[in-house]
């Protein structure tokens, strides 16, 4: 590490010298940023109602590296985003709790990208299909008015690529760093003939921290946008990614991490655990100004093969019935269909809109024993053979309106979920079988703005999370077939809070109350497989606190603050253990600080420190495991700029964990083994530098 502070040492005089040449206005901190999600239509966020953030374009991509959703949304309150450091199991992110208990990829929270869904019908989700090197803006909504984007939507995370404008222009990038992080990037972009393109294609790879944790990512992007006439929009947009063979370290043991934080479990090496992940998608976006309404209409299809080797032993009865290798073909579709309705006689600014959502999956599942004869860590003899489709119908209504003083905002939204299971492996029985979800979810937030520069408002909603396919997937126990037993858990929340800009400071606070029926919780998980049940009651209290303020000409600030009390409100049994009411929800954290201070002495040159806070966390329902322990760590960042004639120069220089800190970044919820623990890196540092043609 020390040869490495010397090289920045050598560096950082180099590229100033470079850019003293460059001058420039500074760029303002932009205090209000304007969101579609929630109202459905571009709003100021201090105008709305409920407790909705945006991030923008610098903020995701200046002195970060572009790889993980986590760098941009740790900057949100309310939100939680462990970095497994596990490319086969992706981030895990929680909304106020929703989605904690996810072993794997996203629960709970319903993620979209350019108006196409990233989470499939039953609330499925990956954060890696995000392309954060095209992304626009992200904006992320939490609280009632979430409940209007259906089920499985405790918070709605949506990102937003960048149209293709301005002369055309080609570039490159390349980012090395810790761990045998490499990752080599292609773009271009711009406008050409009344139509805009936006190229994308990047590949990383990893080393991983953690033993057996290598990982290689192929992304690519493609987006054409323009005006078929004047009263039209539309866009076209293509996304894929690939990895193939990522390495699966599995969790760790409290005894293991502690003895050596990069451990892997035997098992892990044994039976080689590995994932393969290629997606595919292709979608449109239509817009039409038809007199002072609007009609948007969206349609999108896609496919994604995943195979993944687990570590269930040999011999063991969910080897020998559902195997150790898991295989899935998917087809998915869908598309919205959306009227924005102005109504001019109404008092006031009121707008009415209409909507219809439908999506479909279907996949061909498959599983197999993970060994053949004496040989581990292969495909061996099938052991499950079905089509599993999700497909949800949903039409929905919502009113905008501002009258003087007054915001109201409203809607409901018919809520139906079909789950269909198809067995065609009949030698163990026949576990066939269908399930429909159906709910109404309303929502209700009221503005009123005491100044203009003060506005309070109340939200109010009932929502509902209906099980994944995965979680149905398996039945407590050694029985064979799906858990349709399994309910949906209603919620009822409630949000109070406060938004002001004062001069050059905006302060966003709420307070908030969720109250769950028939909560979904982990009541097993051995050897990758995790089955689950209802535990009746939970309890969510909380306080979000988010403070931007651009304290001089060069000097910015950022916070985000949340105080959490996720707790069990009734006793539940869940196998031998009881659950005591007042018991904490593993996977919440009480406490989450993020704060950032920025410098911008000239437009060429960006520096920031970032620290981050994070309280212990429970890793299973009885609390009497061992908690993954509080921690702080600080991030430093820079990012420099240099122009000459039709080039674009820029370099950046990252240092994580400054301070060396050993910390477990992410638990494992309910894990039957007792690895609940993934260990975080120790201080990493990263440096890239890219160029860019503008013709």
């Known amino acids: 590490m020390k040869k490495t502070h010397a090289r920045f040492s050598l560096l950082l005089p180099g590229l100033l010298a470079l850019s003293s040449t460059v001058q420039g206005d500074d760029s303002p901190l932009i205090l209000d940023p304007s969101v579609i999600t929630g109202s459905r239509s571009a709003s100021p966020t201090f105008d709305l109602p409920y407790s909705v953030d945006g991030i923008s374009r610098e903020q995701i991509s200046d ?38 208990r996810s072993a794997f990829g996203v629960r709970g929270i319903k993620l979209i990208a350019d ?22 803006r992200i904006e992320v909504l939490r609280g009632p008015a979430a409940t209007l984007y259906g089920s499985n939507a405790g918070g709605v995370i949506q990102m937003f690529s960048r149209d293709g404008e301005g002369p055309p222009r080609i570039g490159a990038e390349t980012l090395v760093g810790s761990d045998g992080l490499n990752k080599n990037h292609l773009t271009a972009e711009g406008a050409a003939n009344g139509a805009g393109f936006v190229l994308d294609a990047s590949r990383m790879d990893t080393n991983g921290y953690r033993d057996h944790s290598s990982a290689r990512r192929d992304q690519t992007f493609a987006k054409l946008n323009f005006q078929p006439d004047d009263d039209s929009k539309l866009a076209l947009i293509y ?30 090496l044994t039976y080689n655990t590995r994932k393969s992940i290629d997606h595919q998608q292709l979608g449109m976006n239509y817009e039409r100004y038809i007199g002072n309404a609007t009609l948007q209409v969206n349609a999108y299809t896609g496919r994604r093969s995943v195979i993944q080797y687990l570590s269930i032993p040999k011999g063991t009865p969910a080897n020998e019935r559902g195997g150790g ?25 009121l707008m009415i809109i209409t909507g219809l959502d ?52 409203a809607g409901i939204r018919h809520s139906t979920l079909q789950m269909d299971v198809d067995d065609q492996f009949l030698s163990n029985g026949d576990a066939s079988g269908n399930k429909t979800y159906q709910k109404n979810t309303p929502s209700m937030s009221v503005m009123y703005a005491f100044t203009p520069e003060l506005h309070g408002y109340v939200s109010a909603g009932k929502g509902f999370e209906t099980p994944t396919q995965a979680e149905l997937a398996y039945a407590p126990g050694n029985v064979e077939g799906f858990n349709f037993g399994l309910k949906p858990s209603e919620s009822t929340q409630y949000e109070i809070g406060l938004k002001a800009q004062l001069n050059n400071t905006r302060v966003n606070a709420a307070v908030f109350q969720i109250t769950t029926e028939d909560e979904l919780v982990v009541q097993q998980s051995i050897g990758g497989r995790t089955s689950y049940q209802n535990a009746g009651r939970t309890l969510r209290r909380g306080f979000e606190l988010g403070v931007e ?20 409100d009734s006793d539940y049994t869940s196998g031998a253990n009881t659950i005591d009411k007042g018991n904490y929800l593993p996977g919440v954290p009480q406490t989450t600080l993020f704060a950032e201070l920025n410098w911008k002495p000239r437009d060429w040159v960006s520096t920031a420190i970032e ?31 240099q122009k000459v004639e039709h080039w674009t120069f ?18 494992i919820v309910g894990d039957g083994n007792g690895r609940y623990y993934e260990a975080a890196p120790g201080r990493s540092w990263y440096a890239g530098a890219g160029a860019e043609y503008q013709f």
Request: charged share 20%; proline share 4%.
């Open 63 to 100: 002195g970060q590296l572009g790889i993980n959703a986590s760098e941009a949304l740790s900057r949100v309150p309310g939100l939680v985003v462990q970095n497994r450091q596990n490319y086969a199991q992706d981030l895990q992110i929680s909304s106020r709790g929703f989605g904690a």
């Open 115 to 136: 108006g196409i869904p990233a989470s499939t019908p039953d609330g499925q989700g990956q954060a890696a299909t995000f392309n954060l090197d095209t992304a626009e």
């Open 239 to 268: 996304s894929s990614l690939e990895q193939n063979g990522t390495q699966d370290p599995l969790g760790q043991t409290w005894a293991a991490y502690k003895a050596d934080p990069r451990s892997v479990s035997a098992n892990a």
């Open 325 to 349: 290798v898991v295989q899935f073909d998917r087809k998915f579709y869908g598309g919205s269909l959306r009227w924005m309705q102005p109504i001019d006689s109404a008092p006031g600014d």
């Open 358 to 409: 439908f999506d479909q999956s279907e996949d061909s599942r498959h599983g197999y024993q993970n060994y053949s004869g004496t040989t581990l860590g292969v495909k061996g003899q099938l052991r499950r053979d079905e089509i599993d489709t999700a497909r949800s119908l949903d039409p929905y209504i919502q009113a905008n309106w501002a009258l003087d003083r007054w915001t109201l905002q």
């Open 549 to 568: 303020s651009q304290l001089s000409e060069h000097w910015s600030t950022n916070l985000a603050y949340t105080r959490l009390q996720a707790t069990y």
């Open 611 to 641: 620290g981050l806070y994070r309280s212990k966390v429970y890793v299973e329902d009885t609390n009497t495991q061992h908690a993954a322990p509080g921690y702080s760590v600080f991030n430093w960042r820079a990012r420099f700029e």
């Open 650 to 667: 820029h370099q950046t220089l990252r240092l994580d964990n400054l301070l060396n800190r050993q910390y477990v970044g992410s638990v």
